[in-house]
Structures are given as C-alpha cells and as structure tokens.
C-alpha cells in the first residue's frame, strides 16, 4: 500500500524502558515511523504477522508465528510476529510530546532466565507487572517500589533483569534498552538482550541502545556479535518533529527568513520556514525545516499559545505543501504523524469561531506600593499560601520580581542581589508626560484595529515617546541613590517585570526588553535603560501576543528587577525541574538545555546547536542522557563539567522543593522553567547564578 504523504512520522524525544517510579517512555532523542494505514514499519522479512522463514535458511531458523492467545494478555513469553508486539507496547505516554512504542521486558533470574514480554498498557513499569505476576505461589516476594528501585537497578545480586524494546521506523531498527540510570554491567545486559533476541520474531536485527553516558560505558564490554547504536545515528533517520501537538486553521504561507521581520504575519497564518525564528509573532502554526527543542524560544511560544508547531526536513521545499501555498488549511499535529489538508473560507471562519483562545486575566496593578524594595522583601516564601503571595506581590512587582524575589530566599541557592522598581513609576510616567491619553486614542483608532502595517507605525511611534519623555527626577535620583548603595561602579541590568508574564496560564516568554546601564556612562544613561523598557509594552509582538489571549493593554503594568549584568558568563542555560518528556511524572529528570558563552540557547543562531540532556538527579549515580550537543564546543566534549552539573542539579532541587506549595500540590505533573548562567572573574572557576524561574506551562 502507498504511504500517505502527509500521514507519517514521528520524533522520538521519549524512549524506552522505564521505570523506577516511572514508567513511561525514557527519554532520548529517537524516532519512528508508523504508517496508520498498515500499522506495519518493520523491515519486510520479519514484520508480517504470519511471516515465515526463507527455505533456504538453516533448518534450526524458527518459523515465527503470533503467539498472542487472546486480545489482552498481561504478557508473552515470545513475540512471534508485528501483531504481538502492538498487542503489547504502548503508545506515547502524552499526546503534547513525542513519544515512544515500546514494550517492557523481564528476566527472572531466580526462575532460570525466565523471560516475560510484559504488556505495558495494563502495566506502565516493571515493578507493576512483577508485584502481580512474579510474587508469591513459590516464588520470592516482589518488594514494595522503593526497595524494588533499590535493587533491580544497582545491586549485582538483583533477582530481575529489566529492559524495554522500541521499534525505530524512522531508521528502521529494533533497539534493546535499559533505564538510564541502570547499573547493570556487561555480562548482565548481555544475558537480558540474548533472551529477548531468542524469542522474538525481530531477534536477528536487535541492536543494543545505551540511553545515557553510563550505559554507554558498560556496553563496551558486550561481547563484539552484539551490535551497539547510538543515539545521534538515530537521531539521524528523523524527518519529522511534533514539537507541540495541536490543531490550527490558516492560511499557509512560506517565507523566507531574511523576510520574516518585514512581514505582517498573523493570527490566521500558518508560517513555513527554513529555520527555527528568533522571534516571531503570533501565528495559528509553524512548521520549520530546522529541528528545534522543547524549550527553545518558538516552541514555549507555541505551548503559551496552544497552537501547533512542528519541524519537517525538506518542508520549504515540499511539493505537497507547496502546492497548498497561499490557500486555507488545517494543520493538525500528533505524536505519529501530521497532516495538512485544504479548507474552504467558511469552514476557517467556522473553525476560529468555535476555538477562540482562552482569554487571560492579569492579576490586576497595585499602585500603592512606591518604594524601591530589595528582591528578598518582595514576597514571603513561607506565608501560608504561596500562590497567592507571588500574584499579590505580581500587581506591584510584575511576575519576574515576585519569582525572583522567591528565589533570594531559598537557602544556599546562588541568586544575584536584586531590587525592585514598581509598576507605580510606569503609570506615573506615561501620565505625567499624557501618553495614556494617546495610548487610549490609539487604541480608539479603528484603522488601528485591522491594519497591521498601520498599527507597526503607531506603536513604534509611541515608544519613541515613551523613550523620548523626561524621566520623573526623584525616581531617576531615588534609582540612582540604590545603585550607588548596592552596586557601586557596576554595570545593572534592568529587567523587565510586568504583571502579565510569568503567570500560572501565561508565561509572556520574550515579549519584553531588557537593557544594561551604569552611572554615569554617558552611552548607556540609567533613565534611557528604564524608559527603553517601560516602552517595550508596546512593541508589535507583545501587542500582538495580548490581544490573542485578550488582555486588556492599559491593565499591563511594567516594573523592573534591577541587578548586576553578566556580560561575559561562560555559560547560559535553561532548565525545567521535570521531566517534560514524561509528564505522567513517572520519570522524573532535570531536562537542560545549555550552550557555552553567551550565544542564546533560545534563540540560537542558524546553524548553532545547543547542548541538553536529561539528568537523573534522583537516581543512585545521577546518570546523565545527552539529546544533543553544542556544535560551540570540541567533539567529546560538553559545556559543563560533571562539577558544574552536580551544582545545578543541587539548584534545581532546591528550587523544585521551594515552589511545591505554590504549584506542585495538585498536579501530576508540573515544572518550574528556570534561567540560569556560570559566570567567574578572570582566573577564578565560573561560579552558577540562578537568573530567573517561573511555572513552566
């Protein structure tokens, strides 16, 4: 059968084979392809359910058949054919994320070698299946999880030998697997992979994927008739990327990136491009050739939007999608496979009418507050609800302060001094100098409303404005009389803090300018710094941003987080406290993603690749699984060092336990999405400094 065009692949971010406290899918950067219409994607000699030897083979050759006896067993004790294992492996764990089919495997080594293929749809981790099946009736009593976790994979005396394997379509390769994190030596991995080889129909094309650093160590004493893949050889049989799985309507349109600033993109254009964009304003999808990951600047963008944003090699190029250009489409996002089919006018209009964005509430502005405050003092990291202290410090600090000021009180956490300038001083400017009247004037205008190029002027002009307005001399002397006090003869960053971003809902990523200053540097004056980013409100993408989600623009109040820059830092990073690949929450990781210097790791530049990995903090050895690497650093080596590594997850553990209360009480999944840089004097180790975090949407 043909494969459909536009009905195919999937990006494996997640992989494998659990568990621990986990399971779902382990994380790593794979793939795999699966054609809906045959559910097939095995190599052709060894797929099809009733496929049977070549005559010409060894007569010990087996003549594999499904072994499968009902429709839901709890396992196999041999995979015979393609329709066994689709009995048995599970879909991705979250449809916003890729996933992985996969099944589970067990060697019982008290029962001779006893191998189970368990079926990972009624049991998502090994400890599961094990406690119902392999306890009692004259067999050793399975423990409860956490000796289970203790044990089965670290202790060389373990009873289980627990793996996992994935069909690879993308590459075509049957992978065995063991958790990251899994001690297991040579000699163990090797007897697990030969049974599981032995009784399964794929057993003759079974490789064995290390899925991290020191798995990888261990299978170089595997005997040389046991293939080894790895990750980045994968990685390299991918075309497709779901990075956030969604439906949208709009018109397709391609562009060119030295194109993308001069061009009025919007609310109803699905947006074809070459590259991952710096930057780009609110669109209804996109669809890049260029591979991106999970926290880079598009993709938290398109999770804060909910609109679907995916990569495809060869999509500016593609004959199907080209031959759609320019008319109205549904671009629909999954897991396994994507589409892009016509639509007419009316059924887009039917469509954005039935799917209007959420609207968000801003927390509201507390004009009360005046004083310049140190970030400590800005909120109360143990009043009794958390939550609703960081909203209420929101409305006079903005979002970014009130996390920060969060952040300076966690005990032993690296985090700069800081101050906070309030939300008051920015209405105070825009109404001393009548910019709120043009603002409301501006915002009257109906040519405004439905003209974007007319709209771009207006609002360039009123930040020319905003910059161009005398500053309020007791606050320009009251911020000078801080910075002399604090940071004397150093260089400040001015942050932008406004009560519209960095909310549970919202995140406002990006929207907002950040400008460095000193005293007396005539090039870069302090009020011209303050005032650039009060008039950063109004920039079109923010603009554009709001009205999606219909935020009123004269309910936005901008303060500002004030503290030392950090020009030439080592290196920049973000990491989430969680495992984003399993939101189950099963399988918890810190997922990093960091880039050495100060090149961006969210906006990278074309061409540039960051380093990420996902690192087990919580597993005996914090075994670390790299998804990619930094193309600004010499092969074999890696941004940080195991020191700085240990130091972060140090960080983003303490910060995982301080915001619980806020926002880890009631979900199964949730994570704090967390700035960081390393930064050092000439001569000295680079130290790390917690920038920034706020609830990771």
């Not at 990619?628 to 700085?644: I, N, Y």
Request: net charge negative.
């Amino acid at each position: 059968m043909a494969r459909p065009r536009f009905f195919l692949l999937l990006l494996l971010l997640a992989v494998g084979c659990d568990d621990g406290e986990a399971g779902g899918a382990l994380a790593s950067l794979d793939a795999m392809v699966l054609d809906a219409a045959t559910a097939d994607g095995a190599p052709t000699d060894a797929a099809a359910p009733d496929a049977t030897p070549d005559a010409a083979l060894p007569d010990a050759a087996p003549a594999w058949t499904c072994t499968a006896s009902s429709a839901d067993p709890p396992f196999l004790a041999q995979v015979g054919c393609r329709a066994d294992f689709e009995l048995l492996a599970s879909p991705p764990l979250d449809s916003t994320l890729p996933g992985a089919r996969a099944l589970k495997t067990v060697v019982d080594r008290a029962d001779g070698d006893a191998l189970y293929f368990q079926n990972t749809n009624q049991y998502a981790i090994h400890w599961a299946f094990a406690s119902a099946h392999l306890s009692g009736d004259g067999r050793p009593l399975v423990p409860m999880l956490a000796a289970f976790n203790a044990t089965e994979y670290s202790a060389l005396s373990r009873r289980f030998l627990l793996g996992s394997v994935t069909w690879y379509a993308g590459p075509g390769v049957w992978a065995y697997e063991i958790a990251p994190y899994d001690s297991a030596p040579a000699e163990l991995i090797e007897t697990a992979f030969r049974r599981v080889a032995d009784q399964a129909f794929f057993g003759a094309d079974l490789v064995f994927h290390p899925t991290s650093e020191a798995v990888a160590r261990a299978a170089e004493g595997l005997s040389p008739d046991i293939p080894v893949i790895d990750t980045d050889t994968l990685y390299a049989g991918i075309d497709y990327q779901p990075l956030n799985p969604a439906e949208s309507v709009g018109r397709l349109r391609f562009v060119e990136p030295a194109d993308l600033e001069d061009s009025y993109l919007g609310a109803r254009d699905i947006v074809v491009l070459r590259q991952a964009p710096n930057d780009i304003t609110v669109v209804a999808g996109l669809i890049t050739e260029a591979f991106q990951t999970p926290l880079s600047h598009v993709n938290v963008l398109s999770k804060n939007r909910g609109t679907p944003n995916m990569a495809l090699r060869g999509a500016f190029d593609d004959a199907a999608l080209r031959a759609l250009e320019g008319q109205w489409v549904r671009l629909t996002v999954e897991p396994l496979q994507y589409r892009v089919e016509a639509v007419d006018q009316a059924a887009a209009d039917a469509w954005w009418e039935a799917n209007r964005p959420p609207a968000v509430q801003v927390p509201g502005v507390d004009l009360t507050v005046t004083d310049l405050r140190d970030a400590e003092d800005i909120v109360d990291l143990a009043a009794p609800d958390l939550r609703q202290a960081i909203k209420a410090s929101t409305r006079a600090f903005g979002g970014k302060a009130a996390h920060f000021g969060a952040l300076r009180q966690i005990p032993d956490l690296p985090v700069a001094p800081a101050f906070g300038v309030p939300v008051h001083y920015y209405f105070q400017h825009l109404a001393q100098n009548g910019l709120d009247r043009r603002i409301e004037s501006m915002l009257a205008d109906p040519r405004f409303a439905r003209d974007a190029a007319f709209r771009d002027a207006a609002l360039d002009d009123l930040r020319d404005a905003i910059e161009d307005a005398p500053l309020d001399a007791d606050l320009l002397a009251a911020v000078a009389a801080k910075l002399q006090a604090d940071f004397p003869g150093q260089r400040v960053r001015f942050r932008s803090s406004t009560n519209a971003e960095d909310l549970d809902g919202f995140t406002g990523a990006g929207l907002y300018t950040s400008k460095s200053a000193a005293l007396d540097d005539p090039d870069d004056p302090v009020e011209d710094a303050i005032r650039q980013v009060w008039a950063s409100v109004w920039s079109l993408r923010a603009f554009e941003e709001r009205a999606f989600r219909s935020i009123d623009h004269r309910a936005v109040g901008m303060a500002l987080l004030v503290h030392r820059s950090f020009p030439d830092e080592e290196a920049n990073g973000v990491a989430l406290t969680n495992n984003p690949f399993d939101p189950s929450g099963l399988e918890p990781a810190f997922y990093v993603n960091v880039q050495a210097g100060e090149t961006s790791v969210v906006q990278p530049p074309e061409g540039v690749t960051t380093e990420s990995f996902l690192y087990y903090f919580d597993r005996a050895g914090q075994p670390t699984t790299f998804i990619s690497r930094s193309s600004l650093v010499p092969t074999g080596e890696r941004v940080l060092t195991a020191a700085q590594t240990f130091a972060l997850g140090q960080a983003l553990d303490r910060i995982r336990r301080a915001f619980t209360p806020a926002y880890g009480q009631d979900a199964a999944w949730w994570a704090m999405d967390v700035e960081f840089k390393f930064d050092g004097e000439p001569g000295e180790p680079p130290a790390l400094f917690i920038k920034q975090a706020r609830p990771y949407q």
